[in-house]
């Protein structure tokens, strides 16, 4: 390797040694005319290229003799690192009816990724005082945390089950737009109909609202919209979802005030009792399909 590099320096040397030569001779004695030493010149100028391109030949090949060896059963690719959201762990407890709350809720100090085990398959869940928008003033005025249980809930069902990717900000703002909000009083109970349907959905209005048949709609692929009235949930009115029909005749539900109630198993016959009784817009109680 030592002899490659001497004789790479010599080359530089000796054109040099040559250069200097003629120059003497060519002022001591004139032995040729200034055509010659162009002609001379160039001949120089081209074997100095032909030695650069072999030099660099050289140091390329030293180069990649030089570099390890890889085998390519030795090579591995590392997989992507995929992000996936967990599903809701659920406890099988049964909740009390009395814990749901809808008014007064506090803004969450959290964001919540969450997928529910629904008949109709995964859902997102959305919390209305997630830290993402609990703050958000609902119409300009109304902090979702508060006011915000109908947008939610509807954002839940047209996020998972329909292409467009909407969050609680995006029917809240839908609902504005459209003469669905309703100033301190959060949404008017239109919005469930209206809105699922002008996403692409298909709502039916739950008439018949006895146990038998509210569990047969669960069972094949429904969801339920249900407004819970005044009693032990809630003073005024709140949304939430009847998810699925679980085999010891409970239910699960997506609350969109409380992500515990999400865990807990519910009983669907007192749920069913404590429907807000108020019949507009084909509440209290609709089905969806997606």
């Known amino acids: 390797m030592k002899k490659k590099h001497l004789h790479l320096l010599l080359i530089p040397a000796?054109?040099?040694?040559?250069?200097?030569f003629l120059g003497s001779l060519y002022v001591a004695f004139r032995p040729f005319t200034l055509a010659d030493i162009q002609r001379l010149a160039g001949d120089v100028c081209t074997f100095a290229q032909e030695q650069y391109i072999s030099l660099k030949d050289t140091v390329a090949s030293w180069q990649e003799a030089s570099a390890?060896?890889?085998?390519?059963?030795?090579?591995?690719?590392?997989?992507?690192e995929t992000v996936s959201t967990p599903y809701v762990e659920f406890t099988g407890e049964q909740g009390d009816v009395s814990t749901l709350q809808a008014?007064?809720?506090?803004?969450?100090?959290q964001i919540y990724l969450y997928m529910l085990d629904t008949g109709c398959g995964p859902m997102l869940y959305y919390h209305q005082g997630d830290l993402r928008w609990g703050d958000y003033l609902y119409g300009g005025y109304d902090p979702m945390n508060k006011y915000g249980c109908g947008p939610t809930a509807v954002s839940m069902v047209i996020n998972s089950f329909t292409d467009s990717p909407v969050d609680p900000t995006d029917?809240?703002?839908?609902?504005?737009?459209?003469?669905?909000y309703a100033l301190h009083s959060g949404s008017y109970h239109s919005l469930i109909p209206d809105a699922l349907t002008a996403y692409g959905l298909t709502v039916e209005s739950v008439a018949d609202r006895s146990y038998e048949h509210v569990a047969d709609l669960l069972s094949s692929g429904y969801l339920l919209v249900a407004l819970m009235g005044h009693g032990s949930l809630t003073a005024n009115g709140h949304f939430v979802l009847f998810t699925r029909l679980l085999?010891?005749?409970k239910v699960s539900i997506a609350d969109p005030a409380n992500y515990e109630n999400c865990t807990l198993e519910w009983d669907l016959e007192q749920l069913l009792k404590e429907l807000k009784k108020s019949y507009d817009s084909g509440g209290p109680l609709w089905a969806v399909k997606p």
């Open 103 to 109: 008014d007064g809720q506090e803004t969450s100090e």
């Open 247 to 249: 085999d010891d005749g």
């Open 68 to 80: 390890p060896a890889v085998s390519e059963n030795t090579v591995e690719t590392a997989p992507a």
């Open 14 to 20: 000796i054109l040099a040694c040559a250069a200097v």
């Open 171 to 180: 029917i809240a703002d839908w609902a504005s737009e459209n003469g669905y």
